[in-house]
């Protein structure tokens, strides 16, 4: 699993031209799921997004998380995340979860979120989606849930 995180301003989600969600300060998370993964998996990237310390404090230190700013979170499927890119011009998606399987997990990955008490705001799996948003800082990480040698 891999969550691309992008630390906003705002960020809204836009499907055939209607706004499905927005949110103010916060993460934008696009998610992608891969062959394999489990509830592990999940549960390492939710850990992850909950505590990741990437908002500033007083300091100007990233030193706070999204529970400590009560921020909120927009969360994404996003297949293309689970690409090869290594032969050729023609991304292989291969790796990337079947549908039925990665929307469960896109899902429940959520449900996890807000048991925490993070404001969660979502896009629409399997829709084609612009999204919008503002990055604060720029400040953006990609967290992976295995090992490169394990892929």
């Known amino acids: 699993m891999k969550a691309l995180i992008q630390r906003v301003s705002r960020a809204n989600v836009m499907v055939e031209g209607k706004e499905v969600s927005s949110m103010g300060k ?3 998370v696009l ?16 850990r992850k997004l909950v505590n990741i310390r990437i908002f ?6 990233m030193n706070l998380s999204i529970k400590d700013i009560k921020g909120e979170m927009l969360v994404v499927s996003q297949f293309t995340l689970a690409a090869d890119l290594k032969k050729g ?3 292989s998606f291969d790796g990337a979860e079947l ?13 996890d979120l807000r048991k925490e008490g993070i404001a ?4 629409v799996f399997g829709a084609m989606m612009q999204i919008g948003l503002v990055n604060d800082g720029p400040v953006t990480f ?9 892929t």
Not at 120 to 123: A, K, S
Request: charged share 45%; glycine share 12%; proline share 4%.
């Open 142 to 150: 990609m967290v992976e849930s295995r090992a490169k040698d394990e």
């Open 56 to 61: 500033e404090d007083e300091a100007g230190k």
């Open 31 to 46: 998610l992608g799921v891969e062959k394999g993964d489990s509830e592990k998996e999940a549960d390492f990237i939710s």
């Open 26 to 28: 916060g993460m934008l």
């Open 99 to 111: 549908p039925g399987r990665a929307e469960k997990m896109y899902k429940d990955l959520i449900r």
């Open 120 to 123: 969660v705001q979502e896009g």
């Open 89 to 91: 011009n023609r991304p």
